[in-house]
């Protein structure tokens, strides 16, 4: 199952290629059921930790493509790949209180949604310069998931971080965060845009795991 789920997703990579080259005039694969695609079992969740997000942020890397700031950005506001590339300087807005938001509609739940942004988040954000409200914030950033992987893995590799890093694992790292740091349940679970809080349940249960890990470290 692993092996054919890699295949499927390289077969589709090279059709959206055609697709978006005038090769084809649909990529096929897009209409197939997800209940019908390759998968393998379910792994666990990979999350990276703040010292990890410290190793990245010290790479130099300066590749034209945003894919170093767009993930930090995402480490620290929960945007999936989907939503990130499409963000324009007209969703990111001043509150009343003087604070900084983002107001977005999520491709993937056509759901609106609210984000405070942090001071973290806000510090992989470029200048705006004369960029109109119309443009994109991250205009380099590869439109395909699988394209950004493949530029991340550079940096994840010279960071020296031993984990299968992809560009979704920036959401995961943020939920895990804020638990940690003391967020409750709920809030985390709309500030992801969830639907249902059950959905967001599965990063408390690594929070908790985390805590029985760290108060087994004291020896006897």
């Not at 410290?54 to 480490?75: P, R």
């Not at 550079?154 to 967020?183: E, Q, W």
């Not at 409750?184 to 845009?193: A, N």
């Amino acid at each position: 199952n692993v092996y054919k789920e890699a295949l499927y997703n390289r077969l589709m990579v090279a059709l959206n290629k055609a697709e978006r080259d005038g090769l084809i005039l649909k990529n096929p694969g897009n209409s197939i059921d997800r209940r019908l695609k390759p998968h393998s079992e379910p792994k666990e969740r990979c999350y990276l930790t703040l010292d990890e997000i410290k190793q990245i942020i010290a790479v130099e890397y300066n590749y034209k493509n945003d894919i170093k700031n767009a993930f930090l950005f995402c480490c620290f506001c929960g945007l999936r790949h989907s939503d990130v590339v499409k963000l324009t300087w007209g969703e990111i807005v001043t509150a009343p209180d003087g604070s900084t938001m983002i107001q977005t509609q999520m491709k993937k739940t056509k759901k609106f949604i609210t984000i405070p942004l942090s001071e973290n988040a806000i510090a992989f954000l470029p200048e705006q310069g004369k960029a109109k409200k119309s443009d994109l914030v991250f205009p380099n950033l590869p439109d395909q998931p699988g394209n950004a992987d493949v530029r991340l893995k550079v940096i994840i590799k010279k960071a020296g971080i031993d984990k299968h890093v992809t560009f979704h694992v920036a959401r995961h790292t943020f939920a895990t965060l804020t638990l940690t740091y003391g967020a409750d349940l709920y809030t985390v679970s709309k500030l992801l845009g969830h639907a249902n809080v059950k959905t967001t349940q599965i990063y408390a249960k690594i929070v908790d795991e985390n805590k029985r890990k760290a108060v087994n470290l004291i020896p006897k």
